[in-house]
């Protein structure tokens, strides 16, 4: 797991600036954390943006199509289609994170990027921001991923420091255990 790559940190500079030129960085803030976690729920959203396979124009359509559905605003469906037309919807979730991330990062926040086998519910959440708080983050903006072969647990980056309890991590480092007693 590593920080935001630069396609995606110049996707994300490119909406924030967008949206505070037009003042309304609030409402896209607000709608990037619903798209966000909208992703995150939903396995067939990932999966579409995942395949690379499809034309650009017909995914930038049948994205804006769901979008509009969902009642997302013209800025983040046009900002939807960019993407879509410059074929990085795979990266999309990521884009979203460094918006997210940058977010926090003005307002001072530590980011913590969340990698997990499946979405986190609200009680999961919870607990996660409490941890992180007796952990010394009490300003923490979390930013969620999905990774369905972690197969369960968390693995938490904040920084430079990283956090593994899933059990593909608890698996390699027995596997390498096993390995120095042959």
């Known amino acids: ?9 110049r996707y ?7 949206a505070d030129e037009r ?8 709608q990037v954390r619903s798209l966000s976690r909208l992703i995150v729920e939903s396995t067939p959203l990932r999966d579409f943006l995942k395949n690379q396979t499809l034309d650009a124009r017909q ?4 994205l804006d199509a769901v979008l509009k559905e969902q009642g997302f605003g013209e800025a983040i469906r046009h900002f939807a289609g960019v993407v879509a037309q410059n074929r990085r919807l795979s990266r999309f979730q990521e884009i979203l994170g460094a918006v997210l991330a940058l977010d926090a990062k003005r307002r001072g926040e530590v980011v913590a990027e969340v990698r997990s086998a499946q979405p986190l519910n609200t009680a999961q959440r919870s607990n996660l921001q409490a941890r992180l708080a007796e ?6 903006a979390i930013v969620e991923h999905i990774e369905p072969e972690l197969i369960g647990g968390l693995v938490v980056r904040i920084g430079a420091k990283l ?5 593909r991590g608890r698996l390699t480092r027995f596997q390498h255990a096993m390995k120095g007693a042959a």
């Open 59 to 62: 995914s930038s359509k049948a």
């Open 1 to 9: 797991m590593e920080a935001a790559s630069g396609v995606a940190q």
């Open 163 to 167: 956090f593994d309890t899933s059990i």
């Open 23 to 30: 003042s309304i960085l609030s409402d896209v803030l607000d």
């Open 135 to 140: 952990a010394g983050y009490s300003r923490v």
């Open 12 to 18: 994300a500079t490119a909406l924030y600036e967008y």
